[in-house]
């Protein structure tokens, strides 16, 4: 917070002399109630603009009077022609054609469930994965092991995200969640 404090000098010093500062705070859901006390002057005065991200509802996770002085816009999640997209710049930058299969490629874009994060961190693990003696995943029943499981952050405490429940992907309807909540397996 004492980093904040510096930055909302510096902002004021920049107000002065007629310029704008924007503070981009991601995860700002995990800023306790005392911390997001402390935007509040600064978003009220003008002094920064907050643009906070989140994966939370805000109504739940930000304190009400910054709440009230924030417009709240909602990312929908990509469609999977976006996340298509995402994939073959992904191949394009690195070099590297993924080696999966057409089916196993369309179950990666269903994992994800539109988060393009989550997609590239998935593409990350695929592409450091030696590819298997076939040269593709997804070729046999066994074959999706080195894939990664479906998104791994439901909603907290029952809530739905955004007005609507997440919605499990078609290819993951029998998943599994495992114990550490981080990966899942796909039983068949």
Known sequence: MN????????????????????LFIDEVHRFNRA??????PVV????????????ENPSFELNSALLSRSRVLVLNRL?????GLLIARAEKLTGTKLP??????????????????????MVEAILSVPPPAG????????????????HP??????????GRPRRSPPC??????????RRSRITT
């Open 3 to 22: 980093d904040l404090k510096k930055y909302f000098e510096v902002a004021r010093e920049r107000a002065m002399t007629g310029q704008r500062t924007a």
């Open 35 to 40: 911390q997001q006390d402390v935007l509040l």
């Open 44 to 55: 009220e005065d003008g002094t920064v603009t907050l643009i906070g991200a989140t994966t």
């Open 79 to 83: 469609t999977p022609e976006a996340l």
């Open 100 to 121: 999966l299969t057409e089916a196993a490629r369309e179950a990666l874009l269903a994992m994800s469930d539109g988060d393009g994060r989550y997609l590239l961190t």
């Open 135 to 150: 040269g593709r995943l997804g070729g046999g029943r066994n074959d999706d092991s080195a894939l990664p499981g479906p």
């Open 153 to 162: 952050n439901p909603p907290r405490r029952g809530r739905e995200i955004f």
């Open 172 to 181: 993951c309807s029998n998943a599994r969640r495992s114990t550490t909540r």
